[in-house]
């Protein structure tokens, strides 16, 4: 059992390494990031998991007061089962999620509501569940976590980070226009930043969906086109098709979901990931 969580604690930030690099934006020359959080003030932490034993080691999202990873006690009691044996993995890292979503702000409610958005086997054993939140149907940025079990399904680790839900859709449904822009405005937005003019916007065309873009398309990606002669002041084009979607960003306690558009663009060969206010 011991080497087994070791192999799956490896597994996991194998893992978690790749869906970090994934995430890293690169472009040509440095411009500020936009992330609604950066701007929020710091949240109280949620109470300790070390003061009633379900947890052994958590690391803290200090802007969020909530665990960005946590190890999970063996032998602890989770949502009131001392056992996750005979679960299907799915059910197993949503029940384990339900039964630490104190520790998120979260309800139970809620967590059973996050989305399954992969699920699968660990080479060294065990298995791994990643869930998503959404907002009516609009992906969280960054608002995901992944679960760990053992191979006997017994919860090992949780990495990233989940939000409540409930008060944000209320003041999501309140607000009169949480998206200002279309999507060929964002990705012209974006395109400013590397000097191009307003005039952009109404050179973009939309792009037919291919066999290649079809997950992106699925997942909420819109994408655009312009001319190859239509260049920026120092002679950058974009050499192709550039994508966005809505996304949602967390606040702390869940206080607000600010409605955005991340783009991604392709200029000279260069990518550059822009995520650019509504």
């Not at 978690?16 to 710091?42: G, K």
């Not at 679960?147 to 989940?162: D, F, H, K, N, T």
């Not at 060929?184 to 873009?213: C, K, M």
């Amino acid at each position: 059992m011991i080497a087994l969580h070791h192999r799956s604690a490896r597994a996991w930030r194998a893992a978690v390494a790749a869906i970090a690099m994934a995430a890293l934006p690169v472009s040509a020359r440095l411009l500020p990031n936009l992330d609604a959080l950066a701007d929020s003030t710091p949240a109280p932490a949620t109470k300790s998991a070390r003061e009633e034993g379900r947890v052994s080691r958590m690391h803290l999202d200090e802007r969020l007061g909530t665990p960005s990873f946590l190890w999970v006690r063996p032998g602890a009691t989770i949502g009131g089962r001392k056992s996750m044996a005979g679960l299907a993995p799915q059910e197993a890292a949503r029940r384990t999620l339900q039964g630490l979503s104190d520790l998120y702000g979260m309800s139970p409610a809620e967590a059973a509501a996050a989305e399954v958005k992969t699920a699968e086997r660990l080479a060294g054993g065990g298995h791994l569940v990643r869930f998503q939140n959404r907002l009516d149907g609009i992906e969280v940025f960054r608002e995901s976590a992944a679960v760990i079990l053992s191979e006997s399904m017994q919860p090992v680790a949780i990495g990233g980070r989940l939000g409540p839900t409930t008060r944000a859709a209320k003041l999501a449904k309140s607000a009169k226009a949480p998206f200002t822009l279309s999507a060929a405005q964002a990705i012209a937005a974006a395109l400013g930043d590397y000097d191009f003019g307003p005039e952009v916007v109404g050179a973009l065309r939309p792009v037919a969906q291919t066999p290649a873009t079809a997950a992106s398309v699925a997942a909420g990606y819109q994408y655009f086109a312009a001319p190859r002669d239509l260049l920026s002041p120092d002679g950058a084009r974009l050499d192709e098709a550039a994508r966005a979607k809505r996304v949602w960003f967390p606040c702390p306690a869940g206080s607000c979901r600010r409605g955005t558009w991340s783009c991604r663009c392709a200029r000279r060969g260069c990518r550059a990931s822009i995520t650019t206010g509504s």
